[in-house]
């Protein structure tokens, strides 16, 4: 069982749509970090959410920690194929303190 | 400023063989770690480093070793290389041992044969 729990594991839309992108544990976390990561490439980081209910926003990526520091989302609004990646959510685990990453979110946006 | 940087890029080694990967940090930046990324595993914790020693480490086995530098450089070995040990490997870097934000570099796709 992953520490950080991503769903759904695979996401295609059209371009447009919004979707929201889940990233859960049973752990509490000091912080959690969002990255996207394109084929060959490594993870580019997105935000980091350090408080609980903490929302923030990048352009149309809105980011949220949940109030218990358990969990976090992140919505598209309008996604476009700029969009289309693997996104990760990445926490330092409690126990081991070495930093987790959830299996992923891979997102296609079609034009 | 400049990024995080790998080298190689592309790797190919056959089974038995060792291979040494190379990153250099962001300027300034004095805390490395090393993930293994595949398809099946996903993101996996190889090691961190941090003023030349090594603060934690993921479970893999001993063939899998690395090091730093007193620039904050630093390069992982993997030795008698497994058809398994074909990933990716990813270097990030952060400011201080223990600090979640990190930056990752390009990877190094290794191939093993």
């Known amino acids: 069982t992953q520490l950080l729990e991503q769903s759904p594991q695979f996401l295609s839309i059209q371009e447009g749509e919004n979707l929201t992108v889940y990233c859960n544990s049973s752990s509490v976390f000091s912080s959690l970090q969002w990255y996207r990561q394109e084929p060959g490439e490594g993870p580019v980081l997105l935000v980091t959410v350090v408080t609980g209910g903490e929302v923030k926003k990048l352009k149309r990526l809105t980011f949220q920690f949940g109030d218990a520091r358990k969990d976090s989302s992140l919505h598209i609004t309008a996604a476009q194929p700029g969009d289309t990646g693997l996104y990760l959510c990445a926490g330092r685990s409690p126990v081991f303190n070495d930093m987790r990453f959830g299996a992923g979110t891979r997102l296609t946006v079609k034009p | 400023k400049a990024g995080v940087t790998q080298t190689p890029r592309y790797l190919i080694k056959t089974r038995g063989q060792q291979v040494t990967l190379s990153c250099s940090p962001i300027s300034g930046h004095r805390s490395v770690s090393w993930y293994q990324q595949t398809p099946g595993q996903g993101l996996q914790f190889l090691f961190e480093?941090?003023?030349?020693?090594?603060?934690n480490k993921g479970n893999f086995p001993g063939r899998f070793s690395g090091r730093q530098f007193s620039n904050s450089r630093s390069e992982m070995n993997v030795s008698t290389l497994e058809l398994g040990d074909s990933a990716l490997y990813l270097c990030a870097s952060s400011l201080n041992v223990g600090t979640d934000t990190q930056y990752f570099g390009p990877g190094t796709r290794l191939t093993v044969l």
């Open positions: 480093y941090f003023s030349e020693t090594q603060r």
